[in-house]
């Protein structure tokens, strides 16, 4: 059985920095995509960057390049995501999900197989 579990959520000041971390089981192969997600309030759940779990290869939404970081640790089984110089429009609950038949690289949703149950980001002034 699949398990992603988010920690590392919590309060932020304007312009600080947290890491996100995905912990992942029940997965045999290296042949996934890790992405990870986030929804404020009244807003749609937008894609923020994902990982080829095997390589290594990333991709970033437009909004967080030069400023979020999504890495993988093979013997954690772990998806970290760095949020540095975080501003307000990042606040919302961060979720990890997984992707594991014919993944791609991309931000498609209705794609991702197992969600975890989330983390919340809270910026503050």
């Known amino acids: 059985q699949v398990q992603l579990v988010e920690s590392g959520g919590g309060l932020v000041q304007i312009g600080g920095s947290l890491n996100l971390s995905c912990a992942i089981s029940?997965?045999?192969?290296?042949?996934?995509?890790i992405g990870w997600f986030r929804q404020a309030p009244a807003r749609e759940r937008e894609g923020v960057s994902c990982i080829w779990w095997g390589d290594g290869r990333s991709r970033d939404a437009d909004f967080v390049k030069g400023r979020f970081t999504i890495s993988r640790d093979h013997a954690k089984k772990t998806v970290y995501l760095q949020m540095n110089n975080i501003n307000p429009t990042d606040a919302g609950v961060y979720s990890c999900?997984?992707?594991?038949?014919?993944?791609?690289?991309?931000?498609?949703?209705?794609?991702?197989?197992?969600w975890g149950q989330g983390t919340r980001v809270t910026v503050s002034s």
């Open positions: 029940g997965i045999g192969s290296d042949d996934f995509v």
């Open positions: 999900a997984v992707w594991r038949v014919t993944p791609r690289l991309t931000f498609e949703i209705g794609q991702y197989d197992d």
